[in-house]
């Protein structure tokens, strides 16, 4: 019988170039670099964008048939360098003055900066809403476009600098915005109380909100100040040993606990690697984690809370809180009051992340 020529066999290129394309969007290609199996797909671009779509659908259907009121409108922003979406809540017409410009607040969600959808600010938002405030719960940048919790402070920025061009259209007053974030949203909102702006030099105060609401707020991303330890003294040591953590963090397994350099090193791994807070190398083509040189500095509200003149700012934390240490938003409130600033943070002594705190 007459053979048939192998390379008649072979699948056609289009189809070989568009399988090697999926694999490499898909990060599957991370295993053969030694990584864990699951790691390529649950960090890539196209898994994290369905999965948030499909999560931010689930968490509005759910709010909706517990009562929780939609959005009136959702509009776009924009500044000229970042966009977004921002879900806008009317205040309930029997709490507001008539004529009067109102309240606003931003609120901007959870999720670890890798994840998220601000459908989640909906019970915030219709609390606030129904108080008299305009409350727009804003989308940012994730971790996994590449560019960092420095592409999330961006977006922040310019969502309170859009609030404030719109004051006239939105009726409310350019002076009185608020913001306020849950966790990585907390990190934004207190980069925008600090005036931390990535690469721009730091804000002068008459740009900075009127006030900040945080929940469990990430107020450092570094590994020698994520868990700061206290001594007798009262002063603020760097990360110690995870074994010897007055709660025990989430982050750092039993057999990572062992020393503060174990420890430390564990914690860039985690913030670095899987929650790509620093970016991707060659785009995510490769899986190993970038740190800063800085230990994350640029980016940490914690190293700008000591500046004087900042608003005011409410810190909700939980005092058995295993993702946020409750030391950390401390040290942060106690930098803020040493600069003659009105910090105040009420801890709920045996409440966890996301526990305690503002029940909307």
């Known amino acids: 019988p007459r053979l048939r020529n192998p390379c008649t066999m072979l699948l056609p290129v289009p189809t070989i170039a568009s399988l090697l394309a999926a694999a490499l969007a898909l990060n599957l290609h991370y295993v053969l670099l030694g990584r864990p199996f699951l790691e390529g797909p649950l960090t890539s671009r196209p898994v994290l964008a369905v ?6 659908k689930l968490v509005r259907r759910t709010l909706t048939r517990e009562g929780v009121p939609e959005p009136d409108r959702t509009e776009t922003y924009s500044d000229g360098t970042s966009s977004g979406r921002v879900d806008i809540y009317e205040p309930e017409a029997e709490s507001v003055s008539l004529g009067e410009p109102r309240t606003a607040i931003v609120y901007f969600h959870s999720g670890a900066f890798i994840a998220g959808h601000r459908s989640f600010g909906a019970g915030v938002c219709g609390f606030f809403a129904s108080h008299g405030a305009l409350c727009l719960s804003a989308s940012y940048r994730l971790t996994n476009s590449g560019d960092g919790v420095a592409g999330c402070i961006q977006d922040a920025w310019a969502v ?5 061009a719109n004051a006239g259209r939105l009726n409310i007053d ?6 306020a974030g849950d966790s990585a949203g907390g990190l934004l909102a207190t980069s925008l109380g600090t005036g931390l702006r990535v690469g721009a030099g730091v804000a002068a105060s008459e740009e900075l909100p009127a006030a900040v609401i945080g929940n469990w707020p990430v107020t450092t991303l570094g590994s020698r100040s994520y868990v700061p330890t206290r001594t007798a003294e009262g002063a603020w040591e760097a990360t110690g040993a995870g074994d010897d953590f007055p709660v025990e963090s989430a982050f750092v397994p039993s057999e990572y606990g062992d020393s503060a350099e174990r420890t ?4 860039r791994q985690v913030l670095a690697g899987r929650f790509l807070l620093f970016g991707r190398r060659l785009g995510g083509l490769l899986p190993q984690p970038v740190y800063p040189s800085d230990d994350a500095a640029s980016v940490s509200p914690l190293w700008f809370a000591s500046r004087p ?3 005011p700012m409410l810190l909700l934390t939980g005092g058995a809180d295993q993702v946020v240490p409750c030391d ?13 600033n009105d910090v105040t943070q009420l801890i709920f002594e045996e409440a966890g992340h996301g526990g305690g ?3 909307f």
Do not use: M
């Open 328 to 340: 950390q938003t401390t040290r942060f409130a106690e930098a803020a009051r040493g600069a003659g």
């Open 174 to 179: 350019p002076s009185r915005v608020v913001v």
């Open 357 to 359: 705190a503002a029940d």
């Open 264 to 267: 430390q090193a564990r914690l």
């Open 51 to 56: 999965g948030n779509a499909a999560v931010g």
């Open 160 to 164: 309170l600098r859009w609030t404030r």
């Open 309 to 311: 003149k900042l608003p």
